[in-house]
């Protein structure tokens, strides 16, 4: 069960303003999830440059839950969104990064994701201090588990191809981690309540990739083996 903690009273909080764009929605003119995906990665990008912290560590994310929050909705088309971010807790070698979305001063969509640092080469580290000075305060000590449980296709999964464009792969030669969400977008029913996508591994270029289904549930799968899962409720 993930939990979305409150905003801290006390430590950094780092907001900025993003508007809809028409990129981010659906013939509806709603968000899409993958549209959400798109303004947390931008959000979490923009408030670790803007603490100045000079590291070689790179941040990836392993999992990421959204909700509407209660009484919110779907930001639409053209409508400017406050997005807010924090870190709602730590392990020894991961983060809980939350993220609130609102309009017009009203909370519409929770988000709490689990970030992972890896060096240079690729190899997880350990939280070092520098993050400590930053985000010390607002952690306010909380502690988060980053156990993710082995995926297992369901029993009367539908197996189809995914294709891969080039336009889905990032600076390294991988799949986009919004682009990503694109999976959900395109097979989840709408509107939907909440959603969880879990990274189990990388998809690269020139992976040949079957996307796996239920009516609540998809699997991203690369040579038989899961490396992208996602959960949706309408």
């Keep these: 069960m993930i939990e979305f903690v409150s905003p801290p009273e006390l430590g950094r909080c780092f907001g900025v303003d993003y508007i809809v764009r028409l990129g981010d929605v659906g013939p509806d003119g709603v968000i899409r999830p993958d549209g959400v995906a798109r303004h947390l ?6 408030d670790w440059e803007d603490t100045g912290v000079d590291s070689s560590d790179v941040w990836v994310v392993r999992r990421t839950s959204i909700r509407l929050a209660q009484g919110g909705r779907w930001p ?3 409508e400017r969104m406050r997005v ?12 809980e990064r939350r993220t609130n979305f609102e309009v017009d001063g009203t909370l ?3 988000a709490a994701a689990l970030w992972v640092p890896v060096d240079p080469g690729g190899h997880p580290v350990r939280i070092r201090e520098s993050f ?3 985000y010390g305060e607002s952690i306010r000590g909380r502690k988060v588990s980053g156990r993710i449980a082995a995926p297992v296709v369901a029993e009367g999964a539908t197996f189809e191809s995914w294709p ?3 336009a889905d792969l990032d600076v390294v030669g991988h799949v986009n981690n919004a682009a990503l969400w694109q999976a959900v977008s ?34 991203l799968l690369v040579d038989g083996s899961v490396q992208v899962a996602a959960e949706f409720s309408a």
């Design 41 to 46: 990665q931008d959000v979490a990008t923009d």
């Design 76 to 78: 639409n088309y053209k």
């Design 84 to 95: 807010t971010t924090w870190c709602g807790g730590v392990g020894a070698a991961w983060a």
């Design 108 to 110: 519409m969509v929770e």
């Design 132 to 134: 400590y000075e930053v």
């Design 164 to 166: 891969l464009r080039r």
């Design 186 to 219: 395109q097979v989840a029913p709408t509107p939907l309540s909440s959603v969880q996508l879990t990274h189990h591994g990388s998809i690269v270029e020139g992976d040949v990739v079957t996307l796996a289904r239920t009516f609540e549930r998809l699997w």
